[in-house]
């Protein structure tokens, strides 16, 4: 398969990478810095220069071209302020989907927050962050041209991933380390029957495998 994740230099992206082209897949990261590429090529990856907050529909969509699936992994960071969540998770979120529509990519797969709503309440930055989620997440989730699967991961950790997870539609709050994360997207990928389906993610007692294979089941 020939994946591209947006947001290509994040924690979970180069984990993810490294799974990937692990497993033998073709993976492009999109970065917007050229001394990020280095890091992404460590993975496995091939680096794809391009700023998501002021590149064209046009742009994404010639680097989407031929890819089997699409993953929007990209975020403002946590010290960015309230405008660029709305500039990188809400409409670069949006850009994204619709260059994938453009470019007849159908598998689309969401790295969104725990708390995304569009109609959540508050001024403070993180406020912002979880509106600007929940915004893109119902604007993917109205395109229809798009088989999308949006993960909501709770608190990220760097420990060591354990491989057992708890994946449902709604979960509760706890911690996943960016290693589950990112075995839980690699599966995803692979499992169309997921399409569809916004679920939350945290450490558990399940098999990654098999806890995407439940709720693909269900």
Do not use: C
């Not at 993975?43 to 071209?65: F, M």
């Not at 709503?117 to 912002?128: L, T, Y």
């Not at 993960?151 to 950790?157: E, N, Y």
């Amino acid at each position: 398969m020939r994946i591209v994740i947006a947001g290509g230099h994040g924690q979970i992206a180069l984990r993810l990478e490294r799974l990937l082209s692990a497993r033998g897949d073709e993976v492009a990261g999109i970065i917007r810095r050229a001394d990020q590429g280095d890091d992404l090529r460590e993975a496995g990856a091939e680096p794809v220069l391009l700023d998501l907050e002021s590149a064209t529909l046009e742009e994404v969509a010639a680097h989407l071209q031929g890819a089997d699936a699409a993953i929007f992994a990209a975020g403002a960071g946590p010290g960015s302020g309230a405008a660029r969540k709305e500039t990188v998770d809400k409409d670069a979120a949006i850009l994204f989907a619709d260059a994938a529509v453009r470019a007849g990519v159908s598998r689309y797969v969401v790295v969104s927050s725990m708390g995304a709503n569009a109609k959540h309440e508050g001024s403070e930055v993180f406020d912002v962050y979880l509106r600007a989620k929940g915004e893109a997440d119902e604007y993917v989730r109205g395109l229809d041209a798009l088989d999308w699967t949006i993960l909501r991961p709770g608190m990220l950790t760097n420990d060591a991933g354990t491989g057992l997870v708890r994946l449902e539609a709604h979960t509760g709050r706890g911690p996943i380390p960016r290693d589950d994360v990112a075995a839980a997207l690699a599966e995803l990928i692979d499992t169309p029957a997921t399409a569809g389906l916004t679920l939350e993610l945290i450490s558990g007692s399940a098999p990654v495998t098999v806890a995407v294979k439940s709720v693909a089941g269900n």
